[in-house]
Each structure stands twice: as structure tokens, then as C-alpha cells.
């Protein structure tokens, strides 16, 4: 995640005039209006997700978030309202930080199949570097079921446009669609488990590979 940017211990670093109107943090009239209040809930919410990371939901606490961000405890209470609340916001926030590490890679791709390879591969690196977001994401199925089910909808939904958007051009077959979507995320999630969280050594662009072969050509013996 973007990292914690140098911080006043006292909390000095809060404006104190942002109050009142909840927003990216969890409540629309909460929303910074300041570089100061900005700078200051990304601060909160890398502290959450190592918070949670580490002690995960039950365990974790305001305090704890706090502490690891270096501000006041009252300055959380200017942009969220409850622990359920920022574990909600930071849910939004980590899925919006792996489509934004993602989306350029798979963009910049010459065609579908291999947009789909480089996406697995930055893909990989992002839970290597991130390994709280599986703890994390995997939790809100208890916590906050609406935010882990709309994590994995718009993730497919995604995957489904490009795939559209490759059939249309001819680059892959003209009734891929939302099943194909969800196979692939499926594929993608577990090969993170196994080679993102659990595995720092091999080669994740061998195992990109890998994958998008069996997805360009199957598992069908060849000739």
C-alpha cells in the first residue's frame, strides 16, 4: 500500500476544520477537503490494514490503528465513526489499490490473452508486497459480507470487459463471458494464495506464463 507519510506523534498534523462531512473514509459527510486530511486518512487506513493484518478484525483495535499512524485518538473520529466503519473503507480502498496497480499493465498489453498474463503477473507482485489482503479480504466475508461479495464482483466484472472487448476484436473466442470471468478470478485468487502469499522465490512471470498457456490453449494433449 502507499506508505505512511511523516507524521506529527501529537496528531498535530489533522485539520481540525474537515469534520462533518463523511467520505472516501466511510460516511459521505466525513470526505478530507485538505491535503492535510488526506494525507492524514491514508495514514489511517495503512495503519488499519496493518492493524488488521496482524490482529485481524476482532482483535484489532481503534487504539491500535491509531498508534500505528501516529495521530490523536480523536482523529480518527474525524473521518470514521467505528472499527466497522474504516475495515469497510479499507476493504474499498485495498480492491481500489490492486485495480489501480493492475489497470495500467493490462492495458498497455498488445492483445486479451496477454493482457490476462501480465495482469496475473503485477497481480502476484501486489499480494507479495501486500500480503494483509487476503487476511484481510477474507475476513469481510463475516465482517462486512456486501464489501467482500462487491470486491470480487467488480473484480470480475473487469475481466468480463476485457473479454468482451477481446472477442470483439477477434482475439479470443466470441462467447467469452461472465462464466470465463469468474474461472479466471478463480484461478488468479488461488495462484495468489499459493505463489503470492505463501511463496516469495519463484519466478512469477514463469508461473504467469504458465497459467495464461493453459488459458490460451488449454489442457488438451497437443498434436
Not at 491535503?35 to 483495535?61: M, N, P
Not at 479499507?90 to 498489453?109: F, G, I, N, Y
Not at 473484480?155 to 473466442?173: F, K, N, S, Y
Amino acid at each position: 500500500m502507499t506508505q505512511p507519510l511523516s507524521f506529527a506523534p501529537n496528531g498535530s498534523d489533522i485539520d481540525k476544520g474537515e469534520a462533518g462531512n463523511k467520505g472516501e473514509a466511510g460516511n459521505p459527510d466525513k470526505a478530507p477537503r485538505t491535503d492535510r486530511g488526506r494525507r492524514t486518512l491514508r495514514k489511517l487506513l495503512d495503519a488499519a490494514a496493518v492493524e488488521f493484518g496482524d490482529r485481524g478484525f476482532h482483535e484489532a483495535s481503534i487504539s491500535g490503528i491509531t498508534r500505528r499512524a501516529g495521530t490523536a485518538l480523536g482523529s480518527f473520529y474525524t473521518y470514521f465513526d467505528s472499527k466497522d466503519e474504516i475495515f469497510q473503507a479499507l476493504v474499498r480502498d485495498m480492491s481500489e489499490q490492486l485495480r489501480d496497480h493492475v489497470t495500467p499493465v493490462v492495458q498497455a498489453a498488445p492483445d486479451e490473452i496477454a493482457a490476462e498474463r501480465v495482469g496475473l503477473e503485477s497481480f502476484l507482485g501486489f499480494v507479495r508486497a501486500h500480503k494483509e489482503i487476503y487476511r484481510i479480504i477474507d475476513e469481510a466475508e463475516f465482517v462486512d459480507y456486501a464489501s467482500y461479495r462487491r470486491h470480487y464482483e467488480t473484480t470480475v466484472e473487469r475481466i468480463r470487459q476485457r473479454l468482451a472487448a477481446g472477442a470483439a476484436r477477434g482475439e479470443v473466442r466470441p462467447d467469452a463471458g461472465e462464466i470465463h470471468a469468474w474461472a479466471i478470478a478463480g484461478m488468479n485468487v488461488f495462484l495468489g494464495m499459493r505463489y503470492g502469499l505463501w511463496d516469495e522465490e519463484s519466478d512469477i512471470g514463469e508461473i504467469a506464463g504458465i497459467a495464461n498457456d493453459m488459458l490460451a490453449n488449454g489442457l488438451k494433449q497437443r498434436a
